[in-house]
């Protein structure tokens, strides 16, 4: 019963709109409402490469209806929703506007998207700039069926994650014990580690926005001691298991520096493993034969089956499959892992 914990749906702005507050609606109610995305001022992200071509485009995950088709197509039963455009939702610097579009977004997700019946999950958008807000909407709609976790955006979100600022948002998914999905985007902006100005290729900053960000935020999180003082389970998409490795063996490394550190750096190291799920995505960058020995440093219950559907270099099972000769339980990663970490039946 393969479940993946990482699909994009493509936001609906027509169903945002109905869903936004007044007056923050008026943007997305224009004609041309496409320019929440693109159009300086309106946009969280920054469009700064060509559009161009690209060789069998991925179709857009627009309704409910076109989900239905995938899962089916694909064989998949069961889903966790994140965010498409808006996982750069952190960027904009109007925390009014980006809680209107945060709650909107969320009110469309569960009332058209999530079905836990048929195994549609979702995980609650939230705005990093008004914590208080978020933590409300959190406790609002973290009861709702179907919600299962928490988009905790990496894409420019200032401070990190970890930091006091965001403490109210903590409170509130340990209440509701819903886990934290950190996730990145690429796009560009001043803040480490999307300063990317000197970077022509787009291939550059998707090859390295997303695994810095991804251990910028859980550097952060583990150093400032979240997770000593919040029971969080956090699921680190799009980060990879060459990543998951070498993050954990630096922390092991500089163990010592941790709050409060108490016992060897190999316990240490595990406290920390056991709170944190990773995705396979992208499984590409493990070398033929090696996934065994990743997966053994990772934690096998630690790894989730996420494709990155429908985005350019989404990975069907059967990369996983045939990538994942060394690791003996592939069936934990493909379902019992994912259930264990959102606490679905």
């Not at 889903?79 to 506007?97: C, F, I, K, Q, S």
């Amino acid at each position: 019963m393969p479940f993946d914990c990482d699909i994009h749906l493509h936001e609906d702005l027509e169903a945002l709109a109905r869903c936004c507050a007044s007056p923050w609606s008026l943007a997305l109610e224009q004609e041309g409402a496409e320019r929440l995305f693109d159009t300086p001022g309106y946009t969280a992200t920054a469009p700064i490469d060509p559009i161009k071509e690209v060789p069998d485009p991925p179709r857009f995950l627009s309704s409910p209806d076109t989900l239905h088709a995938w899962m089916e197509e694909s064989a998949t039963d069961g889903v966790l929703l994140l965010p498409d455009r808006l996982m750069t939702l952190p960027a904009t610097n109007n925390a009014e506007y980006a809680v209107a579009i945060a709650e909107a977004y969320n009110r469309d997700l569960i009332e058209r998207w999530v079905d836990p019946v048929r195994g549609r999950l979702g995980a609650l958008l939230v705005a990093p700039q008004d914590p208080v807000a978020a933590a409300a909407e959190i406790r609002r709609a973290g009861s709702a069926p179907g919600v299962a976790a928490v988009v905790l955006s990496t894409a420019l979100t200032s401070p990190p994650w970890g930091d006091p600022w965001y403490e109210p948002i903590y409170r509130a998914m340990a209440e509701t014990d819903l886990p934290g999905a950190l996730h990145g985007a690429d796009t560009y902006g001043t803040l480490f580690p999307y300063q990317t100005q000197m970077l022509a290729s787009p291939l550059a900053r998707a090859v390295l926005t997303h695994p810095f960000a991804a251990m910028t935020a859980l550097a952060n999180l583990i150093g400032n001691g979240v997770l000593d003082r919040y029971p969080l389970r956090l699921l680190i998409c799009e980060a990879g298991l060459l990543v998951a490795t070498a993050f954990l063996g630096r922390l092991s490394g500089r163990a010592a520096l941790l709050p409060e550190a108490v016992g060897t750096p190999h316990t240490i190291v595990d406290r920390v493993r056991e709170r944190l799920w990773w995705t396979t995505h992208p499984m590409r960058d493990v070398p033929d034969g090696a996934d065994g020995a990743l997966a053994s440093v990772v934690g096998h219950s630690r790894i989730v089956f996420g494709s990155n559907a429908p985005h350019l270099d989404e990975e069907n099972r059967a990369s996983l499959m045939r990538l994942s000769r060394g690791i003996p339980d592939l069936a934990r990663i493909l379902d019992a892992n994912a259930t264990r970490l959102l606490h679905s039946s």
